[in-house]
């Protein structure tokens, strides 16, 4: 009984990430995006359901398929009130035995992230729509990720429930100018999918791998359309590949996490680094110059291994162009450290001194880590005030070690 149970633990957390979506969205396709709401609670019922009953009864020869049967059956008890069960029963195909395809149907699922992400919409309620419908996200895990209280999470997902409903938006793809107007929304939602997952601030993890190969599953879906294969959808997927790629270097035996300069390049992914060169080289056609053209080009000479000064002019030279496109702290704490590459610390200091970025962690960890080697006092009280600001346990850990190594 308690392999059962531990089984159990461990496997509905898993199903969650991967058919919490499929769950949903195909509830929405046979009811309408009018009951998102209801969807969303019901797949979260069938998977508290599992929870429930499996450690009891076993854990099912096709659990996935389990769950998609107590979807259903929920779906028609709440549903029997608005219309007789024989009307229900003629909408919803059979969840019973192996085929769930009809669940796992790509062009679903993004169907469902351009009805979220519809104009009408907010850009923040979209991306927390994205968080809480494509990558299963509860309210704590959005609240941690967007750095914003609960109570807001749920009035942004009230709002966007109610608005797709007020304007009967239905799921379905926009085509001509309404489509291009949308994918770069998708597009923005999906990197801050990624991102989210790259730097992962949710359950003190440091990296959330299964969120990051869900943006990359839906940009490579995307470039599978010929009306959404853009050369900023390629690029996007270079990106996603580039920093896929070093998943493996960024973390020591104990977990934690490690500075660019520390890692192993031997642990790089080479397959994932070609596939973003060839992702990248079929984004450069054209004359657009996107943010994730130049995020990408970044990524792929970071994938480079020597330690060269024309590796680090390329590098210094992207980010004076991307700052110009994307202007934010996280750009220019990058343009820093780059810059520190390539001309040594005191020009880096100078350019770190006009930023004084005073309630960013990340500002005093790089701060610190330039004088380390000229002011250690001053770079000790940096960490201090880093420590201070730092948001997950994995930072805080990073930041102790660094104190502890240099004596403080």
């Known amino acids: 009984m308690a392999s059962i149970k531990q089984d159990t633990a461990q496997l509905v957390p898993h199903l969650f990430r991967t058919e919490f979506r499929k769950i949903t969205t195909y509830l929405c396709c046979q009811y309408g ?3 998102l709401g209801e969807a969303e609670d019901i797949a979260s019922e069938s998977f508290l359901a599992a929870l429930e009953t499996w450690p009891y009864k076993g854990i099912p020869p096709n659990p996935a398929a389990w769950l998609y049967r107590v979807a259903k059956n929920k779906a028609m008890n709440r549903l029997e009130q608005k219309a007789s069960r024989r009307k229900i029963e003629a909408q919803l195909p059979a969840a019973d035995g192996e085929d769930i395809s009809y669940a796992e149907e790509e062009g679903d699922q993004l169907r469902m992230l351009f009805a979220i992400c519809h104009p009408a919409l907010s850009q923040e309620t979209q991306v927390t729509m994205a968080l809480r419908i494509m990558a299963g996200f509860g309210l704590d895990e959005i609240s941690s990720a967007l750095l914003i209280g609960k109570e807001t999470i749920q009035k942004r997902l009230y709002r966007g429930r109610e608005t797709l409903k007020e304007r009967g938006i ?3 793809m ?3 100018a309404a489509l291009q107007e949308r994918l770069e929304m998708v597009l923005l939602t999906i990197y801050l999918m990624f991102t989210e997952g790259y730097y ?4 003190e993890e440091l990296i959330r791998e299964d969120l990051c190969f869900e943006a990359m599953r839906l940009a490579y879906l995307l470039t599978e359309l010929p009306q959404t294969n853009s ?3 390629r690029a996007l997927l270079a990106l996603f590949c580039f920093q896929a790629s070093r998943f493996a270097a960024r973390r020591n035996k104990n977990g934690e996490w490690l500075l660019y300069d520390q890692q192993d390049a031997s642990l790089w992914d080479q397959q994932l680094i070609a596939k973003g060169v060839e992702w990248l080289h079929k984004a450069s056609v054209g004359e657009e110059l996107s943010f994730y053209h130049l995020e990408a080009a ?3 000479w970071y994938s480079r291994p020597e330690d060269s000064p024309e590796k680090w002019e390329a590098i ?4 004076e162009q991307l700052i110009v496109l994307k202007p934010s702290p996280v750009v220019a704490l990058n343009r820093i450290f780059a810059v520190y590459k390539l001309r040594g610390a005191k020009e880096a200091i100078n350019l770190a001194d006009r930023l004084a970025l005073t309630d960013n962690p990340y500002y005093y960890m790089l701060v ?4 380390s080697e000229l002011d250690k006092p001053y770079a000790l009280e940096c960490f201090r005030k880093a420590h201070q600001l730092v948001h997950t346990d994995a930072d805080r850990r990073f930041v102790e070690k660094r104190l502890q190594e240099m004596g403080g």
């Open 316 to 319: 210094v030279g992207l980010y």
């Open 231 to 233: 050369p900023k959808v």
């Open 170 to 172: 239905v799921l379905e």
């Open 200 to 203: 992962s601030e949710t359950k």
């Open 174 to 176: 926009p085509t001509g």
């Open 298 to 300: 970044i990524a792929y």
């Open 368 to 371: 610190g880590e330039l004088h």
């Open 33 to 35: 995006l009018e009951y």
